[in-house]
């Protein structure tokens, strides 16, 4: 039987299991900690450091997402240093990277009052969208590199390994093996990448085709198309 862990989160009195990480255990004392990296069926990785939380006689701030609780800590997820770190880290995304269909971010954006114009000159993610295959379409001006894509592909779901990162720092992207088009790769185009995206970087075709106003019909003749086309050497039939 595993031990059970007391500690204190935003003055309230909270006993998990050990090896509970702080956001689950703030998560079961009703308390929200927002999250962007993280996702419950993958694994988490503590990169975007938007989960970020303060401990009591600690230097810098934890990454909630990946850190254990530990018995007697004393955890702030609202201090000023949290709400500014976020804030920052926020204002970062917004001023590099197309938000525009990210209905969560915006909220936090809100929440925390960050100011992307602080930032205003800085450069933008530019890289024009790729539409390669009868499945979706990849626009990564608007990925916030949570990796999440990637994991799925690879060991937390599908075993496939058709995406992973490239290059470093700012110029670091989501890319496939030498940059090849998608039918091109292992890519078996089950479209949990998409379903797990957080940003509408990865996006259905027929979705995308629908928001540029092309008629239903005609979307499926397209899509069709493509997928028996010269664009589908590997991809999937859509018949
Ligand atoms: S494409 Fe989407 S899921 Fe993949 S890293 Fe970018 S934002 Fe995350
Ligand atoms: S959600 Fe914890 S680091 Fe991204």
Redesign the pocket.
């Known amino acids: 039987m595993s031990e059970t862990v007391q500690l204190t989160i935003d003055d309230r009195q909270v006993s998990v299991p050990s090896g509970t990480t702080i ?1 689950d255990a703030a998560q079961e004392a009703g308390i929200d ?6 996702f419950a069926h993958t694994t ?9 939380i303060e401990i009591e006689g600690e230097r810098g701030l934890q ?4 850190s254990p609780v530990r018995q007697g800590i004393v955890v702030h997820t609202r201090s000023s240093n949290v709400d500014r770190a976020r804030r920052t880290i926020l204002e970062m995304l917004a001023s590099t990277v197309d938000l525009s269909e990210s209905p969560e971010l915006h909220t936090m954006l809100k929440t925390y009052q960050a100011k992307p114009e602080r930032f205003e000159g800085g450069e933008k993610r530019q890289v024009p969208m790729m539409d390669d295959n009868p499945v979706y379409i990849r626009d990564y001006e608007k990925c916030v590199l ?1 990796w999440r894509c990637v994991q799925v592909c690879a060991e937390d779901a599908q075993y496939n390994y058709a995406i992973n990162f490239a290059g470093r720092g700012f110029n670091t992207s989501i890319t496939t093996f030498l940059d090849k088009p998608m039918p091109q790769t292992t890519c078996v185009f089950c479209g949990q990448c998409v379903g797990v995206c957080p940003t509408g970087a990865l996006k259905s075709k027929r979705e995308y085709l629908f928001e540029q106003g092309v008629a239903p019909e005609e979307i499926f003749a397209v899509t069709r198309a493509q997928g028996k086309g010269k664009h589908s050497q590997r991809g999937p039939r859509l018949d």
């Open positions: 956001l900690i927002p999250v962007l990296c993280y988490a990785n503590g990169l975007c450091r938007l989960c970020v990454a909630a997402c990946v949570c």
